[in-house]
């Protein structure tokens, strides 16, 4: 699922973890694009996820 993932070309780092989900996933969305429907169609549609947490960050001051 990992190199599907990566080979989408949409994620900029992409991590394998320990504990509750298998991997971690950092992408950059166009301002502007919606974040759930980016990650339904784009990341969530990918064979073998099965789900998804979304965390948004934004930059301190």
């Given at each position: 699922?990992?190199?599907?993932?990566?080979?989408?070309?949409?994620?900029?780092?992409?991590?394998?973890?320990?504990?509750?989900?298998?991997?971690?996933?950092?992408?950059?969305?166009?301002?502007?694009?919606?974040v759930?429907?980016?990650v339904?169609?784009?990341?969530?549609?990918?064979?073998?996820?099965?789900?998804?947490?979304?965390?948004?960050?934004?930059t301190?001051?």
């Amino acid at each position: 699922m990992a190199d599907a993932i990566y080979k989408t070309e949409l994620v900029s780092e992409l991590y394998s973890t320990s504990g509750d989900w298998d991997l971690l996933l950092k992408i950059y969305i166009k301002e502007g694009d919606e974040v759930g429907r980016f990650v339904n169609e784009k990341i969530a549609a990918i064979p073998g996820i099965e789900r998804s947490l979304t965390t948004l960050t934004f930059t301190a001051f």
